[in-house]
């Protein structure tokens, strides 16, 4: 048994390692272009985050934890940064590609990109607002880029200038909107970027961008510092519902770095979900796992809706954009309509995920009119039929015998309420559902009073509709049956 006596030489080592701290960032980092990079943090910060391994959490406690979730089904995706600025234009020309990518695809070296952070100055910002929008649209939570792929923060981080300190705006983006979010209930969860174009240590680099620091970068000086901001982000702004990573796909980052920074955002904030692109197992764009034991919570399909769910316990959420850029394009127009957005919600419901809808605001701070008029669509339907997409699970059918879709959601006593998405008002004003054995007790259209007559029989029941659709997008039908739905 080891005695205090024979402790004392451990402790002043520690004590040692402690006053030292770990290696830093060269203050500043040097490269063959003979670009300064800017200022890094002077010091990596001490590692005093003693990561618990989360591991065994059991089927049933993150159940608990993702319930918040599962329920919400629709969220707000928000890419916002200082490629908001040239907006897809680069020296005069239009650059392909997503707007967020500009660096990247105009091959634009860290030191010409970074004089942007010298006029971003979002000065028509207003995160109530932004909040706003979201709620009325429907939406429960906000997924907003800490930072993206640039590396720059949109949060004051005391450990680069490569952050809003930096421009003439000065504040903190990310405090406001932390702050609206609380007022109008919506939970706040952060996109970060794994892989960072600017840092001088971070693994994967390009010729072109210009910022080496040494010709081997050190992905463990890189790893204290990203998760030394990731220790501002779930510190600073009270209750974090998801950190969203992304850019895992690079060399560099490896699965079991992934492991130990999912095991550092839960040791920060127990019950944050963290997505499967903090790991190596994401199938592409698909976004789903491959097989094997991967860390991550749920699978991120991206622009892509699955062709059928995944069945319980397995979350999921397919992020998508309203037009065809994450980031603000000023010259983007391909918008969505409202009827095929409204139509993916349901689609992704009916099959059990969550849908993240994209806004890219301008470098003033504003959404796009585009973007608030879609959202605002939606949140009329949502506001008539938000019911049938929050809380529910996916339908019991595994094909619907109508042009829409279907999901469900248990009634108290014991029973199921099932909810009849209509794409198109069935001719002769007979919904047929076919397949059903139980016996429907009651139907309804909701936004409409008075019940609907069903008559038919086990496997074809028939309900009577009105001539007239009350919703052109989806009008929905509750059809209220005893126990659970038998096929
Ligand atoms: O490279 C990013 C891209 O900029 C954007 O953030 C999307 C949205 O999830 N994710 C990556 C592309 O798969």
Redesign the pocket.
Known sequence: MPTFRNLLPIAFLCLVALALGSPGVPARAENPAGVVIKELSHEAPVEKVVTKDFSHETPIEKAERMKWFNDARFGMFI?WGLYAEPAGVWEGKDVEG?G??IQDKAKIPVSEYSELQKSFNPVKYDADAWVKFAKQAGMKYIVITSK??DGFCLFDSKHTDWDIGGTPYKKDLLRPLAEACQKHGIKLCFYHSIMDWYHPQYGNKEEWRGNHATEQPDMEIYRTYMKAQLEELLTNYGDVGIVWF??EWESSWTHEMGVDLYNYCRTLQSSTIVNNRVDKGRDG?VGMNKDGEFSGDYGTP?QEIPHTGFGKGVYWES?MTMNET?GFKKKDDQWKSSETLLRNLIDIASKGGNFLLNVGPTAEGEFPTASIERLQMMGEWMEVHGESIYGTSASPFEKVSWNGRCTQKPLPGGGTRLYLHLFEWPEKGQLVVQRLKNRPLRATLLGVEEPLTIAGKEGEWVVELPAEAPNAIASVVTLDIEGKPEM
Do not use: V
């Open positions: 890419h997503i967020e990518w993206h792929h992304d850019g764009m991206e992020c994450w």
